[in-house]
């Protein structure tokens, strides 16, 4: 029955990875939205950076608070076993394709993270709610694509990720003699899961508290361990540039077999890392108490390059700095042991404290990633269903999500990369074309905050400035 359904979903997979598909969306669609933006991510680096302290009324979610919801999505096991999987099977040059598809992905992430903040609904208890769901009914007029992409987010995050964060993270435990391949994943899965289901229960408030803590203090030490590396590998580091820019730009290799290319496996697992035009950080974004919706847009694009630009990249030299070779890390069958790529790689430099690091990392990411990923769930179930949902759903669905983290930890390798792989895609190719065609609502609420600026005064948003006619919850 599991290759059965493998089969399917490697079938789906091929199709969503051909270069005039996802890839094209992705890197085509960023382009254009980057264009269209004046190229913001570097204009308006300095004010996204400005904008992350600012304080929320009382009671509301921080642009702070909003930004760690989405980031401890975005960063986590993908980070960290993505990055080796890709540098694995697609070579170090997949690393650079990876750094293409989060700068242009930022302006995606700003635009959907913009467009979530102007058509965000308010709650009975005074918060906010919102996302591309609400922005396919809303603006574009099409409640039914809403409804298809929330359940695409319920299948992505409750399902597909938070099964793989699972099984990535007991995967780390496999280079210690411990070790029991019968055994061990089910202690992890049942601790994990456990753990997740305390967190949950205690609902939304508490995965915001969590959160603001966990991902700065994780974030910080791999990147300050990366940076020793090296320092101690100082002079391979002239040898592993010259790597990731000859292996990137191979375009004979690329094109000869462009499912198994570094772009392909850049665009996959950098995808699967920053998620930027995913539509899943504007359901976070959209919580945020902020006088302007560029604000928040803006916040959510440096979520893009705090993820791929800075953690990711610090795994990527972690291990091609070293001496270790990736291509030693494909196993029989052809998949990338990618956990002992990275174990190994810190292994060289640090002895037994390089694996037992990796795996308190992916303790850490892979906790936040869970947080982060359930987090967007609940709001998607009550667009489907149309109404607040009760207290018994909500801790049914929790209790089901807890169990997800358990089979994940159990699950085959091969089904769980394969039914993320299939089902970020399909939340691509939902939300992109959404965004291309509702970003000249963006531009406009992006024009009318420099305008602002300009003139000297705190940016605040009226939705009648730029032409909304949609009624909204809060820029009357």
């Known amino acids: 029955m599991a290759a059965t359904i493998d089969a399917g979903v490697c079938a789906v997979s091929n199709i969503l990875y051909q270069p005039w598909f996802v890839p094209l969306l992705l890197i085509a669609g960023g382009i254009y939205l980057t264009v269209r933006c004046g190229f913001m991510q570097v204009g308006m680096f300095r004010e996204a950076c400005r904008v992350i302290v600012e304080k929320p009324h009382e009671g509301g979610i921080s ?14 096991t993908g980070n960290i076993i993505g990055v080796s999987t890709a540098i694995i099977l697609g070579g170090p040059g997949a690393i650079f394709w990876m750094w293409i598809t989060a700068f242009f992905g930022g302006a995606s992430a700003f635009v959907e993270s913009t467009l979530a903040q102007i058509f965000k609904k308010r709650d009975d208890d005074g918060s906010f709610k919102g996302g591309p769901a609400f922005y396919m009914r809303d603006a574009l007029g099409q409640k039914w694509l809403g409804v298809i992409f929330s359940i695409l987010i319920i299948f992505t995050y409750m399902v597909g990720y938070n099964m793989l964060a ?16 019968s055994l061990t994943p089910k202690i992890i899965g049942v601790v994990l899961a456990v ?12 995965l915001i508290k969590v959160t603001e803590v966990l ?44 499912t198994g290319s570094c772009i392909m496996w850049g665009v996959k697992r950098g995808l699967y890392s920053n998620e930027a035009g995913m539509g899943s950080a504007p359901n976070a974004a959209a919580k945020a108490d ?3 919706p560029v604000k928040q847009g803006l916040v959510q694009m440096l979520s893009v390059f705090i993820d791929t630009l800075l953690i990711c990249t610090a795994t990527a030299f972690m291990c091609l700095s070293t001496d270790v070779i990736p291509t030693d890390y494909i ?36 906790f936040t ?77 992006l024009d009318n905050y420099k305008k602002q600026m300009k003139e000297g005064i705190n940016p605040i948003f009226k939705a009648r400035d730029i032409g909304i006619t949609v009624e909204t919850d809060w820029w009357k």
């Open 215 to 258: 991902v700065p203090v994780m974030g910080v030490m791999y990147v300050l361990v990366s940076l020793i590396v090296l320092a101690l590998n100082i002079t391979n580091l002239g040898h592993m540039f010259a790597e990731i820019f000859s292996s990137a730009f191979d375009f004979e290799a690329i094109f000869g077999g462009f």
């Open 369 to 445: 990633t869970l947080i982060g990923n359930y987090s967007y769930c609940e709001g998607c179930y009550e667009f489907i269903i149309g109404r607040e949902a009760s207290k018994a759903e909500l801790v049914i669905m929790r209790i089901i999500a807890s169990i997800l983290v358990f089979i994940g930890a159990v699950a085959s390798a091969g089904l769980v990369w394969d039914i993320a792989d299939m089902m970020q895609g399909l939340m691509v190719v939902t939300n992109v074309p959404t965004i291309l065609i509702l970003g000249g609502i963006a531009f406009k609420c």
């Open 166 to 181: 699972s099984y990535n993270l007991q995967s780390t435990f496999a280079a210690f003699s411990f070790y029991d391949a």
């Open 290 to 292: 902020v006088s302007h």
């Open 63 to 76: 642009s702070f608070g909003a930004l760690m919801v989405s980031t401890a999505s975005r960063v986590g």
């Open 331 to 366: 196993d029989s069958e052809g998949a990338a042991m990618a956990a002992g790529f990275v174990q190994d790689s810190l292994a060289s430099v640090f002895g037994g404290f390089g694996p037992a690091f990796i795996a308190i990392a992916m303790c850490f990411f892979a």
């Open 195 to 206: 753990l997740f289901a305390i967190i949950v229960l205690g609902g939304a408030k508490r």
